[in-house]
């Protein structure tokens, strides 16, 4: 039997995760130990892990190079591959939203608003195509509540959890885009050639979430 | 300043010689297969005007995902990305009024922008037939069993070919109430297999019981035929149940042929594509991500061309599956160059008619042209793993020089009288 094996997108939703895969009894016990090991096995299922940046999972999945990979739906959005979408583990829940200072909501649908985000894709798709709207799209990287206090951008598209930081930093919530949570994603060869397997762990995982 | 004559754009690349050789031995391999079952090559432009492939009712590909370029007289032109909807086109225009079914078989590039950095080609190899003129579960059978006929003649033996039936989804679609909103939206998610909105959008609607736990369970109506009896069994519409029968005999057919374990049915695989309206069917293997097969039944489609056919074909990604093969080391007949002649000045003539005879016999010779050294024409020899050197030294002596098995490193003297040309392929 091949390995089946998984991308988890790196930090507390990798860890939250792990934790699932435990109440259905797949462990990983070399994961405990500190070491600076990248791929973790588990000999009875014949089942590979490994860790990478939440961006780049859904790339591993879509080649092949992982079966199956957990990765946030906003992920998902932005990345917008080739891929099976199989269970939302209704882990790691937000919103994509689009902020902004108070003021901003009177020019919230003019056709020269400036929005700044990580997330240019998903940003397009809501303003161009659900709104009908042109906006002018300014991709950073990080930190992107800084944009509308420095005046780069009128708005944000950002994810939030509870708004806290955007309150911090004298922003509110302008409008919702979409809820967001963590989902089971497989490879479309995978699909076929493991399908048992796949929807093995599908079904067991559905009973615990 | 930049030097971008040294190396090629993004997602297209050079064919060098071992891969090169791959990829006519294939092209012969599959166009004898599709020869053997009558099919005939026609070959179509590199590039047509945008809409061939763009248009919705004929290609389908999406404008972004195209190289377009712009006629002198301001029409709009793009390079091949889709080898079907111009087969469509010729079997309209061109054979609008022979006799069906027509059998017709492609070979070439097609080229599509996929986004940079995710490591796929932008220019594709590919071969495919269209069966044009008949609707009928044989001629389905027929256009699958070239296709595994096919998949095996390039000495692949784990691929699987998955099958689905668009009608199917379509008639549980039907079967519900939904706005027709609504049913677009649901279909999209089945086509982009985002099976989480799927469940979704079913538990806001209400459906009844028997019909959610259909969509449910999509995901897994995918297996052997057991998989059309359980679905035989959980439908009630009249469309659904019709293309299970579709697809149940076809089974049979392809079993005549013995071809039934290359096979699997996937009941939720409707395509993003509108031209098809039957059966569609993808092809798989380890060690490729994405599908190297890929066809169905497109009944509408040579229609927009201005004569009603109904048509069923496929395309092989060929360039993946000549990656695969070098991948892993599949062995393919392949011709060797057996000898280097070279020659002295004085045995010149003698040596360029013995080399034009030994490759009337059918071997590939190379003549020698680094001058009369015989040490340097044995080195460039061996470099090239032939097995002999011609040395002529004038018009009736020759030096010869075996290069590999037992002899190997001896020299004989013979004379060009005794020289024997044998037939292909002994030495």
Redesign the interface.
Known sequence: MEYLTFALAKGRLSEKTLELFEKIGICFDDMKEKSRKLIFTNEEYKIKIFLSKSSDVP?YV????ADIGIVGKDTILEENR???????LKLGKCKMIVAGKEEALKILDNNDLRVATKYPNIAKDYFFKQKHQTVEIIKLNGSVELAPIVGLSDVIVDIVETGNTLIANGLMPLADICPLSA?VVA???S???E?KRI?DI?DKLREVI | MRNNSLHTPVGVRDLLPKESEIKSFVTKKIENVFKSYGFETVESPEFEFLEVFSDENKGSTDPKQMYKFIERDGSTLALRSDMTPPIARIAATVYGDTEDPIRLSYFGNTCRYYEEYQGRARQEYQAGIELIGVNSVEADAEVLVIAVNSLLETGLTDFNITIGQVEFFKGILEETNLSQDDKRTLYECVAQRDYVSVEKIIEEKNLPEDIKEIFINLPKMYGDFEILEYAQKITKNEVSKKSIQNLMELYKIIEYYGYEKYITFDLSMVSNLNYYTGIIFRGYTEGIGYHIVSGGRYDNLVGQYGKNKEAVGFSLKLSDIISLIIKKDIEIETKKITALICYKKEGMKSALLASKKFRETGLYIENGLLGDDLNKNIEYAKSKNMSHVLYFLDDENIKMAMLTGEAAGTILYIKNSDLTVNSEGDD
């Open positions: 790339t879509e080649s092949g190079t080739n891929l099976y979408e199989l269970l939302d989902r490879n479309r060869v699909m076929k050639t399908h929807m599908i």
